[in-house]
């Protein structure tokens, strides 16, 4: 049974530079949470995606935004990096109706 | 107030011995709780659902106090591979999103 998988695993960008990373969902989940963790910190939701559409967001600026593909799979995309998106991105996965969430092997992102 | 609070430690114990962490939120309305252990540079691994008054596993204890706001963990017989970063995560409603406390760090020593 696959788990959550997410790619890259480490990504290093300039400020000023976009990112996309990925995540694939734990086999017959359809719903999947971003969140940042910074150092030291508890993650920090930014959205969930279900059915292809964002269903809640957190306190994140529109930089961030993102995108559910129809095989539940999804993207994360932050534009204009500043220093402050250093962090470890983590992908959750769960069921639409469901309250547990299963993380992945997060990315972690460093801007310079 | 942050919404869910946490002890950040480092709670040293030794080998053997039982140790308990508390976890408080603001948000009274709150439906699902959970307990999720993280090792350094990993991500967090669901530890403990915890939906009613409390659950056991093991050697892991984990209690709802919804009068007062706080959940618990109690882990006995500690062990050296226990050392980790305890989070507590509570959910508003059924797919919603989970808000974090800062976790708490155990070290568990020889």
């Known amino acids: 049974d696959a788990g959550v998988t997410q790619s890259p695993t480490h990504l290093i960008k300039t400020r000023g530079q976009q990112v996309t990373l990925r995540c694939s969902p734990k086999s017959g989940h359809d719903t999947v949470s971003w969140y940042q963790q910074a150092l030291g910190q508890g993650p920090q939701f930014i959205f969930q995606y279900y059915e292809e559409e964002e269903r809640q967001r957190g306190n994140f600026p529109d930089r961030f935004s993102g995108h559910q593909f129809p095989n539940y799979s999804s993207e994360l995309n932050v534009n204009a990096l500043l220093l402050g998106d250093s962090a470890l991105y983590l992908c959750?996965?769960?069921?639409?109706?469901?309250?547990?969430?299963?993380f992945g092997p997060g990315t972690r992102l460093t801007v310079t | 107030r942050k919404e869910v609070e946490q002890d950040p430690g480092p709670f040293n114990v030794p080998e053997g011995a039982t140790v308990a962490f508390n976890c408080t939120y603001s948000?009274?309305?709150?439906?699902?709780f959970f307990w999720y252990r993280q090792d350094c540079r990993k991500e967090p691994k669901l530890l403990m659902s915890?939906?009613?008054s409390g659950n056991e596993d093991g050697r892991f204890t984990a209690q709802l106090n919804r009068a007062s706001q706080y959940i618990s963990l109690l882990i006995r017989d500690s062990k050296l591979s226990d050392s980790a970063t305890y989070l507590c995560a509570v959910e508003g409603n059924a797919g919603n999103m989970l808000t974090f406390g800062g976790g708490t760090r155990l070290m568990v020593k020889p």
């Open positions: 948000n009274s309305a709150s439906q699902s």
């Open positions: 915890v939906y009613s």
């Open positions: 959750a996965s769960s069921l639409a109706d469901g309250y547990e969430q299963y």
